[in-house]
């Protein structure tokens, strides 16, 4: 009799993980963030100023310019934890000809120059480990647009 228990116990474990890794890893999820405020469309900052997802989530953002002033490009760059000024400074060393993005290992995903009233959508995969990921415009000058992606297990 209690072998049997062990035994149904021993199942019940083993059928459990598959569930919980499928929900854990192959979670998809849609994003959507976008430029300014509901009074102010031309506001230097991010719709949203934090994001929540899963560990290892397959994230679909639509990154939606809201601006009306023609020539103001904005973009999405999510980077590790405590890069955000390095990757703005790499940036604006990279210049108009690289998009004012940098190549760096420290950025995680990245979106184009989006033109006011434009928007893209993006696919990636969120980090393994959780934290609170920057995600930033890298465009000179734009550095009150900052906010935080949190990463949960
Ligand atoms: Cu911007």
Same mark, same amino acid.
């Given at each position: 009799?209690?072998?049997?228990?062990?035994?149904?116990?021993?199942?019940?474990?083993?059928?459990?993980?598959?569930?919980?890794?499928?929900?854990?890893?192959?979670?998809?999820v849609k994003i959507e963030l976008g430029t300014?405020?509901? $009074?102010?469309?031309?506001?230097?900052?991010f719709s949203k100023?934090?994001l929540?997802?899963?560990?290892?989530?397959?994230v679909t953002l639509t990154f939606k310019n809201n601006?009306?002033?023609?020539?103001?490009?904005h973009?999405f760059?999510?980077?590790?934890?405590?890069?955000?000024?390095?990757?703005?400074?790499?940036?604006?060393?990279?210049?108009?000809?690289?998009?004012?993005?940098?190549?760096?290992?420290?950025?995680?995903a990245?979106g $184009?120059?989006v033109?006011?009233?434009e928007s893209e959508t993006i696919e990636f995969?969120?980090?393994?480990?959780?934290?609170?990921?920057?995600?930033?415009?890298?465009?000179?000058?734009?550095?009150?647009?900052?906010?935080?992606?949190?990463?949960? $297990?």
């Amino acid at each position: 009799m209690k072998s049997a228990i062990l035994a149904l116990s021993a199942l019940a474990l083993v059928s459990a993980a598959p569930s919980f890794a499928a929900s854990a890893k192959g979670a998809a999820v849609k994003i959507e963030l976008g430029t300014g405020t509901p $009074k102010n469309k031309e506001e230097m900052v991010f719709s949203k100023a934090t994001l929540s997802v899963k560990a290892g989530a397959k994230v679909t953002l639509t990154f939606k310019n809201n601006s009306t002033s023609k020539g103001m490009t904005h973009n999405f760059v999510l980077v590790k934890p405590g890069k955000a000024q390095a990757v703005i400074d790499a940036s604006v060393a990279a210049g108009p000809d690289k998009g004012w993005v940098a190549e760096s290992a420290d950025i995680i995903a990245k979106g $184009k120059l989006v033109d006011a009233g434009e928007s893209e959508t993006i696919e990636f995969t969120a980090p393994s480990e959780p934290g609170e990921y920057p995600y930033i415009c890298t465009f000179p000058g734009h550095t009150t647009m900052k906010g935080t992606m949190k990463v949960t $297990k």
